[in-house]
């Protein structure tokens, strides 16, 4: 039967997105206060809810339910992580803690980071739900899939909770990965905050290349020791398989598409990765309340066929993206449709940007690009000569 005239086209098969997505993740219970401190000062007659709360991601499952790009969706569920799995990445020790922490009704585990009763229950999901979407590529029955999970995970250390993760779902994807014979795996990461807990667990290896372009925030307290800064590169054999980018405040659509192109499709080129691992994180758009940088749906979209690319060159075209920050309750869907969209290389944009206008002066963070390039290509072996 012809398909009629409204109908979108039907995607081909290497057209589809794996989404791995499970409800039990709403049950992370993040309260309300002044912003994310959980606290209410007595001041003021209206609390918000905590920014990483479960509407944002409602809103992510819903516009792709029901937005343009719904076609190209193909939907999974998730299972929960089993303890022995999370110790591919995380320490014993500190698995104990969290544990322990459910069992006793809940804590405060660092600044913002509240595990409450339903917390770990949800974390052990995002955990199991990132492990089943690297696996579904690993197993070829997709080349692209997208663990749409909270909580978020790439603060997440070996040993340490930090910035609302408490396990780094994406780190453990990687480590699977490497386990089933990954030989090189690149980690790119685009949410707005430095991704130290991914960074920090293979900061030891040249299997893993970790890439994370955020804003120039630094260290912010004894669970994010990090500075983010270019001069973390990684130790001992992994010794220049950390690259930082960190970007001026205001980095828009234009400034973070120049250092996706003469910062990390380098990079991999000369890394040639068998596994690419998206991290994203909608807190880089231009209306975040958690961060500064003004990217747009077309920014997102851009870099989302920059990875596509990248995937379809050097990893036969698979694919996994991790859902991490992004607390506008709107936008970020907005943001990460338009994500998709570029990784699904659409000629025309499927949805248009609703709220965009900042103007955007690139020349400060083009030139901040320049400089980072030239002193990576300084300093480390497997870049010189760039
Ligand atoms: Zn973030």
Redo the contacts with the bound molecule.
């Keep these: 039967m012809a398909a009629s005239p409204s109908e979108p086209p039907s995607p081909a098969a290497e057209g589809i997105i794996n989404v791995f997505w499970d409800d039990g993740m709403l049950n992370h219970d993040t309260g309300k206060g002044l912003f994310d401190t959980g606290f209410d000062p007595g001041f003021l007659e209206v609390l918000e809810k905590h920014p990483e709360n479960s509407d944002r991601i409602k809103n992510i499952v819903s516009i792709l339910k029901r937005g343009p790009i719904s076609p190209y969706i193909s939907w999974h569920s998730g299972i929960p992580a089993q303890i022995p799995q999370l110790l591919s990445f995380h320490a014993p020790d500190y698995i104990n803690e969290l544990v322990e922490a459910d069992k006793a009704g809940g804590k405060v585990v660092c600044d913002g980071t509240f595990l409450n009763p339903g917390s770990w229950d949800a974390a052990l999901l995002a955990a199991g739900t990132t492990l089943s979407a690297m696996k579904h590529v690993l197993d070829g029955h997709g080349k692209i899939a997208y663990a749409l999970v909270r909580p978020p995970g790439h603060h997440a250390q070996p040993t340490m909770a930090d910035?609302y993760c408490f396990l780094n779902n994406a780190g453990l994807a990687v480590q699977l990965a490497l386990n089933s014979g990954c030989g090189k795996v690149v980690v790119i990461d685009i949410?707005?905050?430095y991704g130290n807990g991914t960074a920090e667990g293979f900061y030891r290896s040249n299997k893993v290349l970790t890439i994370s372009l955020h804003m120039n925030h630094g260290s912010w307290g004894p669970s994010h020791p990090q500075n983010g800064t270019v001069d973390e590169l990684g130790e001992g054999e992994g010794f220049g398989y950390n690259l930082n980018i960190p970007l001026p405040n205001g980095t828009g659509d234009r400034g973070y598409v120049h250092a996706m192109t003469e910062l990390v499709v380098p990079a991999i080129q000369k890394f040639e990765p068998n596994m690419i691992v998206l991290v994203v994180?909608q807190?880089s758009s231009a209306f975040d309340p958690?961060?500064r940088q003004c990217l747009t749906m077309d920014g997102y979209r851009e870099m989302g066929r920059i990875v596509r690319s990248l995937a379809d060159r050097y990893s036969g075209g698979r694919l996994l993206i991790v859902q991490?920050?992004g607390y506008h309750v709107t936008y970020s869907a907005y943001c990460l449709h338009a994500t998709l969209e570029g990784v699904l290389n659409l000629p025309l944009a499927l949805l248009s940007d609703p709220i965009a206008y900042y103007p955007e002066d690139e020349a400060f963070p083009v030139k901040v690009i320049e400089s980072i390039k030239q002193y990576q290509n300084d300093v480390i072996p497997f870049l010189k000569g760039s």
């Design positions: 910035g949410d707005v905050h994180g807190d958690n961060g991490e920050g």
